[in-house]
């Protein structure tokens, strides 16, 4: 077996006081919607990113994997000014005319991609955004990403900080997650199992990802769930279900309290349900 399918899924939840037994309020649950909603849209630029390093042959030399990203990015995004230093990328994205859309993102920013290894087994790549932005979100920070295409997982541990372009909330985080394509493929979206780890406004969030499934151009994941411990030392379980082709249902838990909103297109339109 791989080396990522072997690797740990255990929730990494940080310690905390005893739990909140209060009855979670509509705010608090609007709270955690919004916050776990701008980290996904967050984790999902940054893995959208990711995607344009993935098109090069196994088993080369990382200068020559390198070239072939290169190359890929420049046929993708002839919007890219696009530069190569032995196996390290720097890419600009809006520097030139043209397309700037990779999987439903429309990339402004800067990046930068580090081939360290390409081996038959294993292939390792460092990942560093400077703005790099949707629109929606901007991010900043660096990803350490382990693939292993035999078995089709990727393993990605991060440092980034992110802020919401529309209200300014900002967010600093950790994560540690293995990503799977989604049964369509990686041009439809990924599985996401891990856990990751903010801080924001109001305080620390810690989240546990099970099974969640994201498709690209979703503000939330269409299915799997998230295990989220608050500022306010209170668990909240969010259950994601699709509803239709931009709709996907948010069920907000804890204890015997629970609401449900829908979520529509890129995020700016949620609605809780009566």
């Known amino acids: 077996m791989k080396k990522l399918a072997t690797l740990g899924l255990?929730?990494?939840?940080?310690?905390?006081?005893?739990?909140?037994s209060t009855p979670m309020t509509g705010s608090e649950a609007s709270?955690?919607?919004?916050?776990?909603?701008?980290?996904s849209q967050a984790a999902a630029l940054q893995s959208s990113s990711i995607e344009i390093s993935t098109n090069f042959t196994i088993g080369k030399a990382v200068k020559d994997a390198a070239g072939e990203i290169k190359a890929f990015v420049?046929?993708?995004l002839p919007c890219a000014e696009v530069t190569l230093a032995d196996s390290t990328l720097t890419v600009k994205y809006g520097a030139k005319p043209g397309n700037c859309t990779f999987h439903g993102h429309t990339f402004s920013g800067s990046h930068s991609i580090h081939v360290s290894k390409n081996e038959d087994n294993e292939v390792l790549v460092d990942h560093t955004w400077t703005d790099l932005s949707n629109g929606i979100v901007k991010v900043n920070g660096t990803a350490h990403v382990t693939w292993d295409f035999s078995e089709k997982f990727r393993h990605v541990v991060y440092d980034t900080t992110w802020t919401r372009i529309s209200t300014g909330k900002t967010g600093r985080g950790t994560g540690d997650v293995t990503q799977k394509p989604l049964e369509g493929g990686l041009a439809e979206g990924i599985q996401i199992d891990g856990s990751r780890t903010w801080e924001g406004a109001s305080g620390k969030w810690d989240l546990s990802i099970q099974g969640v499934q994201v498709r690209w151009e979703d503000a939330v994941p269409q299915a799997g769930q998230y295990v989220l411990a608050t500022p306010k030392n209170r668990s909240i379980t969010l259950g994601f279900k699709r509803i239709d082709g931009s709709t996907i249902e948010v069920d907000l838990s804890s204890g015997d309290k629970s609401f449900k909103f829908d979520v529509k297109g890129q995020g700016s339109d949620v609605a809780e349900k009566s």
């Open 10 to 20: 255990g929730l990494v939840l940080t310690a905390c006081p005893k739990e909140n």
């Open 31 to 39: 709270e955690a919607l919004t916050e776990s909603n701008t980290a």
């Open 74 to 76: 420049a046929a993708e």
